[in-house]
């Protein structure tokens, strides 16, 4: 599976931003997608998902009214609106497939269930 995040810029504090990732080869109908982010000198971190039936829905609780998930089947995309950014939403913000098909998590997914990773892009909010 490959998969295409898009979205990186330069953004004020308060203000919005929409990643978007589509995948190619594996249909998020039958694999959740979630959103992890990296900021300088930390591990990746979790920030959201959406199963692969598209209405299960997670969010670290820092994000959880700021941020909302969103899939598209017909594109076979997931997208990630962004709203009220802060200085501490800086970071390489990659998408990732889940490995294993027709799964929902009983609580926000760890890191160790995804292997097919985007390349990243990176979304930088100036205070």
């Known amino acids: 599976v490959q998969l295409q995040a898009c979205g990186r810029g330069l953004v004020q504090t308060g203000s919005s931003r929409k990643l978007s990732c589509e995948a190619s080869d594996q249909s998020i109908s039958t694999y959740s997608v979630a959103w992890f982010r990296q900021a300088p000198g930390s591990e990746r971190e979790f920030v959201a998902a959406?199963?692969?039936?598209?209405?299960?829905?997670y969010y670290r609780d820092s994000v959880k009214e700021r941020f909302s998930i969103s899939s598209n089947v017909a594109e076979n995309t997931v997208t990630l609106q962004m709203n009220n950014l802060k200085p501490e939403d800086t970071a390489v913000y990659y998408c990732g497939m889940d490995e294993r098909p027709n799964r929902i998590w009983a609580r926000n997914p760890t890191i160790s269930s995804f292997k097919n990773w985007g390349q990243g892009t990176q979304v930088t909010v100036s205070s």
């Open positions: 959406i199963g692969w039936d598209g209405h299960n829905k």
